[in-house]
T-cell receptor, first 114, second 110 residues
Framework: GGIITQTPKFLIGQEGQKLTLKCQQN?????MYWYRQDSGKGLRLIYY???????QKGDLSEGYDASREKKSSFSLTVTSAQKNEMAVFLC?????????????FGEGSRLIVV | QQKVQQSPESLIVPEGGMASLNCTSS?????YFWWYRQHSGKSPKMLM?????GEKEEGRFTVHLNKASLHTSLHIRDSQPSDSALYLC??????????FGDGTVLTVKP
């Protein structure tokens, strides 16, 4: 089996600061995702990447940048952290972009803005 | 923008009872539905999926799909306290974009 590793587990930053979350997977999966989960709520798609060097905007991409320079890694940057975006950010991967492939999630990174 | 609507927002059932959760998509291109379960403080894990009309059963869990109305439901019989979790429905359009609903919080009371 494989694993998805998200770093850091907690990211503390100041309002207006640029902050980056990292995600690594060793499944050798093509497709990777970043979701945001506000407390007790569902998942909102920020960015996804069908394959290496591909980037697709999700429904919540404004205020975020993403980068997929290697197949195994996908990073997410909060361009200017705001207090109302304190949430858990979940990275996930699947074999490819086609229907029927299970998403595997990392343990999440919690963003705290002070 | 595709929407995935889940109901109810929260549900309390007694231990041993039946829990029924609903999910509807607004996107006619959806060809697969997923149910994920997320225990408190943990990441979501895939529970069941369905793509053809009808019903699919795995142990205590049954999923129904009506493709014409883009409605799926998850039924948990003989509910256990360990089933208490956030249940997330997701719609898949074969493009790589997987859209989730806001979830149903299930509490099973001993």
């Amino acid at each position: 089996g494989g694993i998805i590793t998200q770093t850091p587990k907690f990211l503390i930053g100041q309002e207006g600061q640029k902050l980056t979350l990292k995600c690594q997977q060793n499944f050798n999966h093509d497709t990777m995702y970043w979701y945001r989960q506000d407390s007790g709520k569902g998942l909102r798609l920020i960015y996804y990447s069908i394959t290496e060097n591909d980037l697709q905007k999700g429904d919540l991409s404004e205020g975020y940048d993403a980068s997929r320079e290697k197949k195994s890694s996908f990073s997410l940057t909060v361009t200017s952290a705001q207090k109302n975006e304190m949430a858990v950010f979940l990275c996930a991967s699947s074999i490819d972009r086609f229907s029927g492939n299970t998403l595997y999630f990392g343990e999440g990174s919690r963003l705290i803005v002070v | 923008q595709q929407k995935v609507q889940q109901s109810p927002e929260s549900l309390i059932v007694p231990e041993g009872g039946m829990a029924s959760l609903n999910c509807t998509s607004s996107d006619r291109n959806v060809d697969y539905f997923w149910w994920y379960r997320q225990h408190s403080g943990k990441s979501p894990k895939m529970l069941m999926s369905i793509f053809s009309n009808g019903e699919k059963e795995e142990g205590r869990f049954t999923v129904h799909l009506n493709k014409a109305s883009l409605h799926t439901s998850l039924h948990i019989r003989d509910s256990q306290p360990s089933d208490s979790a956030l249940y997330l429905c997701a719609a898949d359009t074969n493009t790589g974009k997987l859209t989730f609903g806001d979830g149903t919080v299930l509490t099973v009371k001993p």
